[in-house]
């Protein structure tokens, strides 16, 4: 995956239906989730949306069952897919928080973020240790 040069992100419209809904239905938790599907040029397209248990069950982090995981990523790699993205939601404005910050350096990936109840969104990638905002793109 050459995420580095990733600006865009193309998102079915549904999957983002999907997200809201999650989000709205465990709030005040937060919600999580992959996005699976491939890289082409500067655009991460996504095709699959995995929806996961945020295990901490807490209103200020998440964390997603390892075994899920390791299924998902095995499946993706069944599929030809990778992981492009990771999805939470927030309980304030859709910018990584420092504990955001600290994990994205563990998964290189977009992180797309949900803000609750506000129901407004971003993404974001890292850039060394600068984090860069990457453009959704609705399809």
Avoid at 31 to 47: K, N
Avoid at 81 to 91: Q, R, Y
Wanted: charged share 20%.
């Amino acid at each position: 995956m050459i995420l580095y040069q990733v600006t865009r992100m193309s998102l079915p419209e549904r999957f983002l239906g999907q997200m809201i809904h999650e989000a709205r239905r465990v709030w005040p938790l937060e919600a999580c989730g992959l996005l699976l599907g491939g890289i082409e040029g500067e655009v991460a397209r996504v095709s699959d949306l995995k929806l996961a248990q945020n295990i901490e069950k807490s209103t200020i982090s998440f964390t997603i069952d390892p075994q899920t995981l390791l299924q998902v990523y095995l499946g993706a790699e069944q599929e030809g897919k990778e992981l492009v993205g990771i999805f939470h939601s927030h309980p304030a404005e859709p910018k990584p928080s420092a504990t955001d910050m600290k994990f994205m350096k563990m998964n290189p990936v977009i992180w797309f973020i949900l803000s609750m109840p506000k129901e407004t969104y971003a993404a974001y990638r890292l850039k060394g240790n600068e984090i860069v905002p990457v453009k959704v793109v609705l399809d």
